[in-house]
């Protein structure tokens, strides 16, 4: 049978990234976080890669994928709104923004546009606190943010 175009690609890449490491399994984090960081997300064949490089079961693999927020196993948006629930978030109104960004793209937190362009995140704490309720958009945090500023950078990201 012959390998998918998908498969190879990632299967190459992820084999350049395991090459940086030594064959321990105390480098599956940092391992994981490059090939975060590489796709976007976490694919099975980088899994199934990673695996036999370190010589660990996928079920390890995933326990960790799974317990760090960091990680994600589907593919994110070319924009992706995380919106903080954390108790300072929630009690000053992020839940609005959550609700206003589910909306304004007709998607559910961990879905993608059919576009590619946007997805959205439920998040616990984004560390930002004070500056409650925060929403990002992949690594910028806006802060004691509203409905209408979600709305304002929503119309700026539709437009590019």
Known sequence: MEEKCVDKKVREETNKILKKYPKQKDELIAILNDIQEKFGYIPKQAQMEVSKYLEITMAEIYGVITFYSRFTL???????ISVCLGTACYVKGSQKILDRVKERLKIEPGEVTEDGKFSIDEVRCVGACGLAPVFMVNE???GNATVQMLDQVLDELCNK
């Open 74 to 80: 589907t593919p994110k948006g070319k924009y992706n």
């Open 140 to 142: 910028e945090v806006y």
